[in-house]
């Protein structure tokens, strides 16, 4: 170990005050530096940080972007969600694995690419899509990714390579991102004209409880997909004793299909930092923390500048506006590849240091949250819904969309429809006139909510999307006449497999199991008995998993078995011949050479 | 009756808890058992096996996490419950490589006398077969076998909050999790002892002592003739 890397590692640390509860932005800034956090890493943070060694290897070895192995100098990730491989994603990952003679999670001899894949990075509305190192690139062609290559290999960094530059703030220097927004339809509450400042002012016009009955009044429900009322949730942590109070902005968008919160981020960042200042105010917080997923690290600089103009501003800071007693101010907590972060408590692990594993509820996090205190976790949209109310009153608020879900909802729509993108929609619209308006007639399945949700067919084409019906945190993906829909509740269960933390028994078995037996019945193995099976499970999984990943997790399977059973009925036969549930030849490998013999009992 | 009783009822029973309590810790000193495996007295819940899985007002919560509640209604021994509770069985028994037959802590398994408690005889889930599992027996006087881990956190927790170590701690996510020790790879390399209670709270044969193996005869072991949770059903007045 060189003195230099030891510097390096021990500054680091000091750069967040020794803090173990900074352990994310630590093992971070290693892997950035060095390409992994190594074993000698990782004695050296434990050391500086004073916590046990294994604490930060449970850390690094819980994210996906980061890693004990050594990665390359320009790290590849392609985007490998089910949009993604509905448009192009096998060609690329064939051109790429070709061209720099690796497979996906190898590196190659030289140090200096590695390749690997990744669930949906929020670009579903321009797949395919992939990262180098923090970039994303999107609409990749084979020929646009070769020459990728082939100007890394002349030495241009990921920051450098030559692209064409997306619409509005994508533009921004600080942003400089090959991404489009696809804004389609701006509605009154995200995408209308804002002035800045002026919803806060209201807010620091009015007592915290005043504003807190405004959101109530406004019968405002949070827009991650849950839907609980913010009002009540602000009531509770106002209500919570505690030195400290905190507000948490979940921008952990890894809902395979999301995309939305990326365009406010891109788009309405100012609405975001106001709607937490206002939350901040209400609950009675001085600090708040915007986690932003890893995918998302591209928007993050722009993201710091907009923070110090709202500080500049005084719309951050001491005495917000004047009003002397009100401090408030905002850090960004980078996520690093976890789908299961986007859940409220496991978000706060990581916040907090830890791996991402949810914990265990009650204490709910308005009574004990962020290191024990009181938090409130509210979704990007709902941030800038609350602004919104209050610049605009909850009396107008209330009157857009329907009577259970008010205002506006922003949805993401991709698949088979001719103008992917973000909606602005008012909630009670039908699922048809959406379809209409994204160019997806002819759909035989639409995903709403994303893995987590429901898919439904054509008879539910008349149902509408709101709380009490078609719930949704945004995502909508259209599949059309020719998409086998076994595949995408196939790559669904895949991904939960690979997302569930591994904290609780049917979450982390069960969906496995799940995954095994509907591939037995793809591959025209199945008994009508597994139809049985499968609702049996997935209704084991559903009810005893201790966080909202595992109580969602089966949907895919379950939703498709009600509403398109047709399609497994027709895979499974009765009189199935004897199937091994192993292969024997396999098993007995190990102890054949060994033995230096083949068996004498089980013959090839 | 103290005014701060709290008033419940478990299956129609009605049961008699204190404010603080779990549903578990209540239904205990009631004598009645709610199946359970990663909790354990002494520790504080970790809420991960599921086996505790009980029915509050119609929600289905871990009774070793959820508090005591005045007028809830429980349901813990019903078929729906119990069905749950042996696919979780199950699913624990196929995710390693558990061979009753052989392993030393037969008989005084906590998960062998859960299966025999809720009737399983076999798995109706296919066995998984991990490759992935290792054994570390680098320390004179315990092993870890991994094969046999149901990631209860017994070991974590007891280490960390009655041995003041931090001996052990998971890594790697979803099916990759597993315990790790804290060192570079090896148990010899922590500061683990025999006498330590992380080593003792193991319900299953993934931690274990050497040199004490097979100890108890066929007969004499824990659960030979009395099933899990008789203990705690003998305190029922």
């Known amino acids: 170990m060189s003195e230099n890397f030891e510097t390096a590692i021990r500054s680091m640390c000091e750069g967040v005050g020794n803090d173990k509860a900074r352990m994310m932005d630590i093992v971070r800034e290693v892997q950035e530096t060095f390409g992994c956090v190594s074993d000698d890493a990782m004695d050296l943070i434990a050391d500086q940080v004073r916590t046990p060694r294994v604490e930060v290897e449970s850390v690094v070895t819980f994210y996906a972007f980061l890693s004990k192995k050594q990665n390359g100098t320009v790290v590849f990730r392609l985007c490998d969600d089910i949009i993604d491989r509905m448009f192009g994603f096998e060609r690329l990952k064939h051109a790429i694995t070709e061209e720099l003679g690796i497979d996906i999670g190898e590196t190659t001899a030289d140090g200096r690419f590695s390749l690997e894949t990744t669930p949906c990075i929020g670009m579903c509305d321009q797949a395919p899509a992939l990262m180098i190192n923090d970039e994303i690139f999107t609409e990749v062609s084979r020929d646009t990714l070769l020459d990728y290559v082939e100007q890394l290999k002349a030495g241009i960094t990921p920051e450098r390579l030559r692209r064409r530059l997306g619409d509005g703030n994508n533009s921004n220097p600080l942003v400089s991102a090959a991404v489009s927004n696809n804004i389609r339809t701006r509605g009154e509450v995200i995408f209308a004209p804002l002035e800045c400042g002026r919803a806060l002012k209201k807010a620091l016009s009015m007592s915290p409880n005043e504003v807190i009955r405004d959101i109530k009044t406004a019968r405002l429900r949070g827009r991650g997909g849950a839907g609980f009322p913010t009002g009540m949730k602000w009531d509770f942590t106002r209500a919570a004793r505690g030195e400290r109070k905190f507000v948490i902005c979940n921008a952990d968008e890894g809902e395979p299909g999301t995309f939305k919160d990326r365009v406010i981020l891109t788009e309405r960042p100012e609405l975001l930092i106001e709607g937490m200042a206002i939350a901040g105010y209400a609950i009675g917080a001085q600090e708040g923390i915007i986690y932003l997923r890893g995918e998302y690290a591209y928007l993050r600089p722009f993201l710091e500048d907009m923070l110090q103009k709202a500080r500049n501003t005084g719309m951050l800071g001491k005495a917000i506006f004047g009003k002397q007693g009100f401090d408030f101010d905002i850090r960004i907590q980078m996520g690093a590849g976890a789908y299961v972060c986007g859940e409220e408590t496991a978000l706060i692990s990581s916040c907090e240091g830890l791996r991402g594993d949810p914990k265990n509820r009650p204490p709910f996090p308005a009574q004990k949250g962020y290191h024990g205190y009181p938090t409130s976790v509210n979704n990007v949209e709902t941030f800038c819904c609350v602004a919104r109310i209050l610049d605009q009153g909850a009396g107008w608020f209330s009157q857009i969309g329907s009577k259970g879900s008010t205002g506006t909802k922003l949805l993401s729509i991709s698949g088979d429809c001719r103008r992917p993108g973000v909606y602005e929609v008012p909630f009670g619209i039908k699922l048809c006139e959406v379809l209409e308006m994204a160019g997806g007639n002819g759909a035989v399945a639409v995903q709403i909510g994303g893995p987590s949700g429901q898919m439904v067919g054509p008879k539910d084409y008349n149902r509408t999307i709101c709380y009490d019906d078609l719930a949704t945190g945004g995502a909508m993906m259209v599949f059309g006449p020719n998409r086998n829909l076994l595949e995408v509740v196939h790559y669904f269960m895949e991904f939960f497999v690979e997302e569930s933390c591994g904290y609780c028994t049917p979450c982390r078995v069960g969906n496995a199991l799940l995954k095994d037996r509907l591939e037995r019945i793809m591959e025209g193995k199945g008994e009508p008995a597994d139809l049985d099976y499968l609702e049996d499970l997935g209704v084991t999984v559903k009810s005893t998993s201790r966080c909202g990943l595992g109580q969602t997790s089966p949907n895919p399977i379950l939703s498709t078995l009600k509403n398109f059973r047709p399609l497994y009925e027709q895979l499974v036969h009765e009189d199935q011949p004897f199937q091994a549930t192993f292969d024997i030849q396999k098993a007995l490998g190990e102890a054949k050479s060994i033995a230096g013999r083949p068996s004498m009992h089980f013959a090839e | ?237």
Do not use: W
């Open chain 2, 1 to 237: 009756m103290s005014e701060n009783t709290i008033t419940f009822e478990i299956d129609g029973v009605e049961v008699q808890g204190a404010p603080g309590q779990t549903i578990m810790q209540a239904a205990d000193a009631a004598g009645i058992y709610i199946p359970r495996l990663c909790a354990f007295e002494g520790l504080p819940p970790h809420g991960s096996c599921r086996i505790c899985t009980v029915k509050v007002n119609g929600r289905f919560q871990s009774s070793c996490t959820q508090p005591v509640a005045e007028g809830i209604i429980v349901e813990n021994d019903t078929e729906e419950i119990l069905e749950f509770r042996r696919n979780l069985v199950d699913m624990l028994f196929v995710e390693g490589n558990h061979f009753c037959m052989f392993c030393e802590k037969s008989g005084n398994c906590e998960l062998q006398a859960l299966a025999y408690r809720l009737g399983i005889t076999a798995p109706k889930y296919p066995f998984m077969f991990p490759a992935n599992r290792t054994v570390d027996a680098s320390h004179k006087d315990i092993f870890i076998d991994h094969n046999r881990c149901i990631l209860c956190a017994r070991c974590i927790r007891a280490s960390r909050d009655l041995d003041g170590k931090n001996v052990f701690q998971f890594v790697g996510r979803g099916p990759e999790k597993h315990i790790a020790v804290n060192a570079r790879a090896r148990l010899v390399d922590t500061e683990v002892d025999v006498t330590d209670k992380a080593v003792e709270v193991c319900p299953v044969g993934a931690i274990l002592r050497k040199h004490v193996g097979y100890a108890i005869p066929v007969g004499k072991r824990k659960y030979d003739h009395a099933p899990i949770g008789s203990d705690i059903e003998a305190q029922k007045h």
